[in-house]
């Protein structure tokens, strides 16, 4: 989320200035709940938490946007989920930051500059209260998942809603993924090989399985009914399973689909995206909110491609930071096909990797990009028999996890900062999103969303 008004300086300055008051006045508010009312985590831990969020206050308004405490937000609900502490508690710092902050700024601003110094507060952190009520909401409770109510560890463990399955070789040498082909029959045929393919570990709610080998994690899509189209309950969880890993300090993650499917992704989930009025992909949909913790996950993450990639899923995997596949992968990006006017943030990710005609190409079509096309245009890095897809992604995430740790981080964030930079005035984006509130208002983005229930072509008029 940009943060729109035009910040002078010297707020930077005044957060400087006003830091370890603040930091100060905040604790001591804390440290008086805790005589009321007794909190979990330890005067030291609760120190060390409010100096981070301050720092991320800091850093957001210094690069003018809330991304900086979206990743550690997750963070910390993974960390105080898995050493027990209540979501109450943590919201509670973010809180009390806030309301004394509020007061500080308050008094150090004048004028016109108070409100957007106060909103922009707001802003960060609510963007950050966001990001760690999703994690912990995601960790803490998935309906129907059998893992439910287990999941206070007492140490970083599995995300809830993902089953972990452990065996290294279910999930790296488990069988070639097959060539299954499309349409309605291989549909059923990949029911079956799903079921059959199963492990005993697995968990039948589960959409999402993990495993760690050695200092590399996989997560692996497996909602072979819905051929992995990814809603909140997908998104989600990925999401939790990547803070499980950046508190296990796994230092390569492989996104790959589960074996036997001939689709990787079927992009987000259609039937959850918002029938009109409503952004279909605004910041708080599940998908961006995967896509941001991918890009701001502090170590490689790896997509290994066996299948076709539709719509969402393709921004999915542009947003991974290196790409495998074999020759059964395709790329499409489909929007036109419902209507969907798609987000700013999400066409940035396409401009800075592929020429634009190309990019025309695609969303003015939806015509698939082959295996080999995607690696000319090098979507793909690494374009292997499928017999080698699991050696050579494997190979590649082992070299990188051996690789300097903090080296790597640093350099995906600079990476991620320089290419997602982007000055745009704040009313040449409010025309952007009116325009593409016309769109998603339209009939035809109601015809679009309807042709697909009805399994049928759209008839679009333009209206
Ligand atoms: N969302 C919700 N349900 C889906 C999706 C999806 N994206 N894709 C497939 N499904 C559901 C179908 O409705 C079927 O449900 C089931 O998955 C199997 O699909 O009728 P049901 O059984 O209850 P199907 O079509 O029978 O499977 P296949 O014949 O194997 O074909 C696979 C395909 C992936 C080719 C096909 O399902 C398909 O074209 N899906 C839509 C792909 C797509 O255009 N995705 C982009 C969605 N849009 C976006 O991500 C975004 C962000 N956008 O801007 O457009």
Redo the contacts with the bound molecule.
């Keep these: 989320m940009e943060i729109s008004a035009q910040l002078p300086a010297e707020i930077s300055a005044v957060l400087a200035d006003a830091r370890d008051r603040v930091v100060g006045e905040a604790l001591a508010t804390l440290n008086e709940r805790d005589q009321a009312g007794g909190l979990a985590s330890s005067p030291a831990e609760r120190r060390q938490d409010m100096e981070h969020l301050f720092e991320l206050i800091q850093r957001c308004v210094h690069e003018g946007h809330c991304e900086p405490i979206i990743g550690p937000s997750q963070q910390m609900a993974a960390d105080h989920f898995a050493a027990g502490i209540e979501i109450a508690e943590v919201q509670t710092a973010f809180t009390v930051l806030e309301d004394v902050l509020w007061r500080h700024l308050a008094d150090a601003v004048s004028g016109d500059q108070r409100l957007d110094t106060l909103r922009l507060v707001n802003v960060i952190l609510g963007a950050g209260r966001d990001a760690l009520a999703r994690t912990y909401v995601s960790l803490a409770s998935h309906p129907g998942d059998p893992l439910q109510g287990q999941l206070v560890p007492p140490g970083p463990g599995p995300a809830p809603g993902v089953t972990e399955t452990g065996g290294t070789s279910e999930t790296r040498t488990g069988g070639n993924a097959g060539n299954g082909g499309?349409?309605?029959s291989?549909?059923r045929a990949?029911d079956e090989r799903g079921a059959a393919g199963r492990g005993a570990a697995s968990d039948e709610h589960s959409v999402v399985h993990t495993a760690i080998h050695g200092q590399v994690g996989v997560i692996t899509l497996d909602d072979r009914?819905?051929?992995n189209?990814i809603g909140a309950r997908m998104a989600n969880s990925i999401v939790a399973a990547l803070g499980s890993m950046q508190a296990r300090k796994v230092r390569t993650v492989v996104i790959r689909a589960a074996a036997g499917m001939?689709?990787w992704s079927?992009?987000?989930?259609?039937?959850e995206l918002p029938r009109g009025r409503r952004d279909p992909?605004g910041y708080d949909d599940p998908?961006e909110g995967l896509l941001r913790a991918i890009r701001t996950f502090p170590a490689p993450v790896v997509a290994m491609v066996h299948g076709?990639v539709?719509?969402?899923?393709l921004?999915l995997v542009l947003s991974c930071d290196l790409v495998t596949a074999d020759e059964t992968a395709s790329f499409a990006i489909?929007?036109a096909?419902?209507g969907?006017p798609?987000n700013t943030t999400g066409l940035l990710h396409f401009v800075g990797r592929l020429p634009i005609n190309l990019i025309k190409e695609m969303f003015f079509t939806a015509a698939p990009l082959n295996a080999r096309e995607a690696k000319e245009l090098m979507v793909v890095n690494h374009l292997v028999p499928t017999a080698e897809l699991e050696a050579a992604t494997f190979g590649l995430a082992e070299t990188m996890a051996a690789k300097s740790p903090m080296a790597m981080a640093v350099i995906k964030e600079q990476l991620r900062v320089l290419t997602d930079y982007q000055p745009i005035a704040a009313q040449v984006y409010e025309r952007l999103q009116g325009l593409r509130r016309q769109a998603y208002d339209s009939s035809d983005y109601l015809e679009g969303l309807k042709a697909?229930t009805e399994k049928r072509k759209p008839v679009f008029r333009g209206t």
């Design positions: 499309s349409g309605g291989a549909r990949e009914h819905k051929r189209a001939s689709v079927a992009g987000h989930d259609i039937d992909l998908l076709t539709w719509g969402g899923a921004d489909t929007p096909n419902l969907l798609y697909f």
